[in-house]
């Protein structure tokens, strides 16, 4: 089949966003494997058939925007879009990372924000932390804007309704994203967060990875020229769920219909496989007290 450029263009950029959900899905098969070996030193959630939020929020950062989040397969899926190496996250998982990873030093407003808030529970420090980012983003004037990830039972509580209303008072550059997951037990869905009085909410079908990305995108370039913030209730399934569609199997069918073929997504998937077992190969390395390289090296942009 030929291809216009245009459509091109569109097709890479949906490559790219399956290469990042196949390293995700991996990633977290990875990490289940390290549980079940014992290896783990503290519970991890696998997000299994949740991938495209995670992928379709981080892909509609730009440069300088900033994502607040205690989510972590949030916080993976911002490693795989910056190409950042993934033996460090698997490491740390199993106890054998070198270093923590820490916040940078925040300076003025937003380092007394996060100390006076320091002992409190998870959530509250992650709206409250996207919070200050936001105000501090306001002052210093460049469009920058902080994007901020909940799960559904989260966007309930007490601590997000305060933040919501703090932030379309101050009409913050921040975007709220709730990952509203549906899994067998039949968690309901968020209908409260509609009634943030002055805060748009947008839905987005969370196994189309393209519709999380547009959607969180428009809300970012809102909140970028002075418009205030937006929520982004984003419904996804897990695997289990039995009206569930995987994500990764919506997007193949997407780009199939493109006309991509069979062997080129094969490719995709061959070099997502490759990084991520390379990077559990590492991480293990590190807990048998072997050194190896720092970096692992990324099969998708190296020769084959």
């Not at 263009?9 to 390290?34: F, K, N, S």
Request: charged residues 20%; aromatic residues 4%; contains cysteine.
């Amino acid at each position: 089949m030929t291809q216009t450029p245009e459509l091109s263009v569109i097709v890479r950029d949906q490559l790219e966003l399956y290469r990042r959900m196949w390293v995700m899905r991996l990633l977290d098969m990875a990490i289940e494997e390290a549980r079940i070996d014992g290896l783990l030193t503290g519970p991890v959630q696998p997000a299994f058939g949740q991938e495209a939020v995670a992928v379709g929020t981080t892909a509609a950062l730009r440069p300088g925007d900033i994502i607040a989040t205690d989510i972590a397969h949030c916080r993976h899926a911002q490693r795989v879009a910056l190409g950042l190496p993934l033996a460090p996250t698997i490491a740390e998982l199993i106890g054998t990372s070198p270093t923590r990873a820490r916040r940078p030093a925040a300076k003025g407003f937003v380092a007394d924000w996060k100390q006076s808030i320091s002992p409190a529970g998870v959530l509250g420090q992650s709206t409250l932390f996207a919070l200050g980012d936001a105000h501090s983003q306001s002052r210093d004037g460049k469009g920058r804007v902080t994007v901020c990830v909940i799960g559904n039972r989260e966007a309930g509580s007490v601590e997000f309704t305060a933040a919501a209303d703090i932030a379309v008072s101050w009409r913050l550059p921040v975007v709220f994203v709730v990952e509203n997951t549906r899994d067998a037990s039949g968690v309901r869905r968020v209908e409260h967060v509609r009634a943030c009085d002055g805060m748009p909410v947008l839905s987005a079908d969370g196994k189309e990875v393209a519709a999380v990305r547009d959607s969180v995108q428009y809300a970012v370039e809102r909140a970028s020229a002075g418009d205030g913030p937006t929520l982004v209730d984003a419904v996804t399934y897990r695997t289990n769920h039995p009206c569930a569609v995987d994500p990764l199997v919506a997007a193949r069918r997407q780009l199939t219909a493109s006309g991509v073929a069979g062997g080129h997504l094969y490719e995709v998937e061959r070099r997502a496989r490759r990084l991520v077992a390379e990077a559990e190969s590492l991480a293990k390395g590190m807990s048998a007290g072997g050194t190896g390289p720092v970096l692992e090296q990324n099969p998708w942009t190296a020769a084959s």
